[in-house]
């Protein structure tokens, strides 16, 4: 094929409209929003959130007593609740005498936490519930409240309309070879994640590219737009593609179902922010808007 006729029809291909829209898709994405707020309510979610803690190797104390290593809120149990040990290559928690641990329907006094940046091994103690997880060699307990006031407080998301004009056909390009991008938190703590390829689409009659991290069965993004501090959420959103497209495929890039990061939510996460290639000068009003609705 013509070099030439061979780019005119890949621009045709990304400046066309997004595919019309069968009669089921304004309601699958209503679904699919539907299903994201419900993860959001859950018991552990990130609405129950009630503090995180850096804890240091050996004996970590905890309760809502003053005197513990970890200082839980007041309400959450008794002055002593336990005792959680970092050792080399593995956690534990203990509870104090006369208490016990609970997880999945089990009652127990001594636990060996699963761990890991990505493993969520809850266990309860009363309302409160707590897991550990490990990043860049530092142990963090996070812990959650099923009486958390933000909870109670949430009335629910909010969305723009289904814009059928937002759902935007898009091409993937893989690196290659594969390269690792800096992503910083809201901490300014920076990692270097892998990074796949990057996206290429049209909108509003110019084309923007996005560049993915994650190396699994789809596309992770972390963007900015120019809506971003006006309507949505100000440091930034997600969006996720799944499964994950083939070199050079076209694919419906859905901008409607962009939502919010957890730290729209609780003080108690650490978000990435997006990198400087993915914020994006046009306005995207399309997906999770912010701030959430209240209660009261």
């Not at 959650?144 to 998301?157: I, M, N, Y």
């Not at 006006?230 to 997600?238: D, I, N, P, V």
């Amino acid at each position: 094929m013509n070099m030439r006729i061979a780019t005119a029809l890949l621009c045709a291909a990304l400046a066309a409209p997004a595919l019309a829209a069968d009669p089921g898709y304004a309601r699958s994405v209503e679904q699919w929003r539907a299903e994201t707020e419900q993860r959001l309510k859950r018991d552990n979610g990130w609405l129950t959130l009630a503090g995180r803690y850096v804890i240091h190797a050996g004996a970590n104390t905890f309760g809502t007593g003053p005197g513990n290593d970890i200082v839980f809120p007041a309400g959450l149990g008794p002055d002593r609740m336990g005792t959680i040990t970092v050792d080399p290559g593995h956690v534990s928690v203990d509870a104090a005498a006369g208490l016990s641990i609970t997880q999945d329907g089990a009652t127990f006094t001594h636990k060996e936490f699963k761990v890991g940046e990505d493993v969520r091994d809850w266990v309860a103690m009363g309302r409160a519930s707590f897991h550990v997880i490990e990043r860049n060699g530092r142990y963090v307990l996070r812990l959650a409240d099923r009486e958390s006031p933000v909870r109670a407080r949430f009335g629910g998301r909010v969305w723009y309309p289904v814009d059928q004009s937002y759902r935007v056909m898009a091409r993937f390009v893989p690196y290659d070879p594969p390269r690792k991008i800096a992503i910083v938190d809201v901490l300014d703590e920076v990692s270097e994640e892998p990074a796949p390829g990057y996206v290429e689409f049209r909108l509003h009659g110019r084309t923007y590219r996005l560049d993915a991290i994650g190396e699994d069965d789809g596309l992770f993004f972390v963007f900015r737009d120019a809506t971003a501090g006006k309507t949505t959420y100000g440091s930034g959103r997600f969006l996720y593609v799944e499964p994950k497209p083939r070199a050079g495929d076209t694919f419906a890039l859905d901008f409607n179902r962009a939502y919010n990061p957890p730290c729209a939510f609780s003080a108690y996460t650490t978000c990435p922010l997006p990198p400087k290639q993915n914020v994006l000068a046009t306005p995207i009003e399309a997906g999770e808007r912010y701030p959430p609705r209240t209660r009261g």
